[in-house]
Every structure is written in structure tokens, then in C-alpha cells.
């Protein structure tokens, strides 16, 4: 299956993706990655890998809907099959959201419906929630709304900050990711009206809930 991963930043789940396309555990062609940052080390990891590595800087465009225009056009020169959000930061317009509904997934770092938008890592440690965690789902229109696939959860410890927190909820973000990504590739994971299926079978709203505790 061809994929297209947008990047923003770091690239750490892209290379998840990178590994497990290259280990054969993922049935999945990257046929291009693209960035709407500049210099970022996600662009990097896609040339080392001999991917395809595209900027469409954001800041070259006077509105959303003509940054959006373009990065639709770009995307589907690759006839990519799949969309992956990974650590991509842009809003998208519902024209975008639209035109690849049931075929565009995103990794959000938060137990959602908590904590959709940014910053959740602080936001949890304010709460003093004693679990957090991260969430694969389908991109619609709605912010971080749309239909859960997978979560895994982890604890909140002590003497946690955002970034230890972070570090802890993005070893399970590099287990998921491929895992919902896989089993979108084979077609056990569709969306259907809103909802999120797997093998046939609607899942709960809060989506799969992977245990990788060690
Ligand atoms: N677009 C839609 N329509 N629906 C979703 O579910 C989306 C989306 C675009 C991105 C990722 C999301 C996340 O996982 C995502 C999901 C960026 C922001 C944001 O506020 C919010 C959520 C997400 C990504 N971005 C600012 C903006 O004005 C820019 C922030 C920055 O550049 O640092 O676009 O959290
Ligand atoms: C990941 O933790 C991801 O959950 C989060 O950004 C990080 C990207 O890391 N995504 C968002 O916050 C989306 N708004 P990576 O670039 O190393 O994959």
C-alpha cells in the first residue's frame, strides 16, 4: 500500500514506519514523505532512506486554503492509498479533511477526548492525572475528533515533567502507530460512518486499547 507521511518536526514515528516497512512487518510502500517546515530531521530520515522528501513551506502561502490546495495536489501525485499524520502541526480545512476521509490517520499524543490540541503532556501533569497516554484515529474535520483507533496508556509518575512524560507516552507511539498503520494495509482497520471497525467489528469509542506494559 502506498502511504504519504506528513511531517512538521522530529520524524520519530516516521522512522517507525521506516523500520517496520524495511524489517517486512509492515506491508506498506512510503512513497513520500513532505514537511511544512524547513529543515526539519523528518525531511532528513526520508533522504537517508531513500524516500522522497518534500517542503511545502506553509509561510510561502497567503491563506490555509491555498496551502491546503497545494499540499492535495502534491500528495496525490504519489497515488498515495494512506495519509499518516506524524507530528504534522497544521490545521487542516474541511476541503482537505474531505477529500481523504477514511483514508488519513493521526497520532495524537493524549488519552482523547482529552486534551485535544497542544501541549497535552502539561496539560495532563496539571490535572495531576495519575494515566496519560496517546491515541491513533482517523482524521475528520473536528480537531483531534474524529474515530479512535488504538490507545495505549501510561502511567503518571511522581516526579514526572512534560518531557519525561513525553518520552515515556512516545515509546508507546512507536508500537501503535505501525500497528494501526499495518492493519490499515491489510484492510482490517476501516472507518464506517463515523466509527472506527476492525475485522468487521465496530470498536469502542476510546478505540483498541493496547496493553504494552513490560
Ligand atoms: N486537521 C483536522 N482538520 N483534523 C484533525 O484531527 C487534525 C488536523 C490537523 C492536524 C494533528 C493535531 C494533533 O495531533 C492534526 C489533527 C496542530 C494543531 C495546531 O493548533 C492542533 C492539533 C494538531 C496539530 N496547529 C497550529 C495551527 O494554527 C499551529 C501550531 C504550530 O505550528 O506549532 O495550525 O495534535
Ligand atoms: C509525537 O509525540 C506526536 O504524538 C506529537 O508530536 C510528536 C511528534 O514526534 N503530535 C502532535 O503533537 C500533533 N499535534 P515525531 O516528529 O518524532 O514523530
Same mark, same amino acid.
Given at each position: 500500500?502506498?502511504?504519504?507521511?506528513l511531517?512538521?518536526g522530529?520524524?520519530?514515528?516516521?522512522?517507525?514506519l521506516?523500520?517496520?516497512?524495511?524489517?517486512?512487518?509492515l506491508?506498506?510502500?512510503?512513497?513520500?514523505?513532505?514537511?511544512?517546515?524547513?529543515g526539519? +530531521? /523528518?525531511?532528513?530520515?526520508?533522504?537517508?532512506? /531513500?524516500?522522497?522528501?518534500?517542503?511545502?513551506?506553509?509561510?510561502?502561502?497567503?491563506?490555509?486554503?491555498?496551502?491546503?490546495?497545494?499540499?492535495?495536489?502534491?500528495?496525490d501525485?504519489?497515488?498515495?492509498?494512506?495519509i499518516v499524520?506524524a507530528?504534522?502541526?497544521r490545521i487542516?480545512?474541511?476541503?482537505?479533511?474531505?477529500?481523504y476521509?477514511?483514508r488519513?490517520?493521526?497520532?495524537?499524543?493524549?488519552?482523547?477526548? +482529552?486534551?485535544?490540541g497542544l501541549?497535552?503532556h502539561?496539560?495532563?501533569?496539571?490535572?495531576?492525572?495519575?494515566?496519560?497516554?496517546v491515541s491513533?484515529?482517523?482524521?475528520?474535520?473536528?480537531?483531534?475528533? /474524529?474515530?479512535i483507533?488504538?490507545q495505549?496508556?501510561?502511567?503518571v509518575?511522581?516526579?514526572?515533567?512534560?518531557?519525561?512524560?513525553?518520552?515515556?507516552?512516545?515509546a508507546?507511539?512507536?508500537?501503535?502507530?505501525?500497528?494501526?498503520?499495518?492493519?490499515?494495509?491489510?484492510?482490517?482497520?476501516?472507518?464506517?460512518?463515523?466509527?472506527?471497525?476492525?475485522?468487521?467489528?465496530?470498536?469502542?469509542?476510546?478505540?483498541y486499547?493496547?496493553?504494552?506494559?513490560?
Amino acid at each position: 500500500m502506498k502511504v504519504v507521511v506528513l511531517v512538521s518536526g522530529g520524524g520519530s514515528n516516521l522512522q517507525a514506519l521506516i523500520d517496520g516497512q524495511q524489517d517486512g512487518s509492515l506491508p506498506i510502500e512510503i512513497a513520500a514523505v513532505i514537511s511544512n517546515r524547513p529543515g526539519v +530531521k /523528518g525531511l532528513d530520515r526520508a533522504r537517508d532512506n /531513500g524516500i522522497s522528501a518534500e517542503l511545502l513551506d506553509h509561510k510561502n502561502f497567503d491563506s490555509r486554503d491555498d496551502f491546503d490546495a497545494s499540499l492535495m495536489n502534491l500528495i496525490d501525485s504519489f497515488d498515495a492509498e494512506l495519509i499518516v499524520l506524524a507530528g504534522f502541526m497544521r490545521i487542516l480545512t474541511p476541503q482537505f479533511t474531505g477529500h481523504y476521509v477514511g483514508r488519513m490517520l493521526n497520532i495524537h499524543p493524549s488519552l482523547l477526548p +482529552k486534551y485535544q490540541g497542544l501541549h497535552t503532556h502539561q496539560r495532563a501533569l496539571d490535572a495531576a492525572d495519575s494515566e496519560h497516554g496517546v491515541s491513533v484515529h482517523f482524521v475528520t474535520a473536528e480537531l483531534d475528533g /474524529g474515530p479512535i483507533a488504538i490507545q495505549a496508556r501510561v502511567p503518571v509518575l511522581l516526579d514526572d515533567d512534560a518531557n519525561s512524560l513525553a518520552k515515556r507516552v512516545q515509546a508507546q507511539e512507536h508500537v501503535i502507530y505501525p500497528l494501526a498503520v499495518k492493519w490499515f494495509a491489510l484492510q482490517r482497520l476501516t472507518m464506517k460512518d463515523n466509527l472506527a471497525v476492525l475485522d468487521n467489528k465496530v470498536l469502542p469509542n476510546n478505540g483498541y486499547q493496547i496493553d504494552t506494559s513490560v
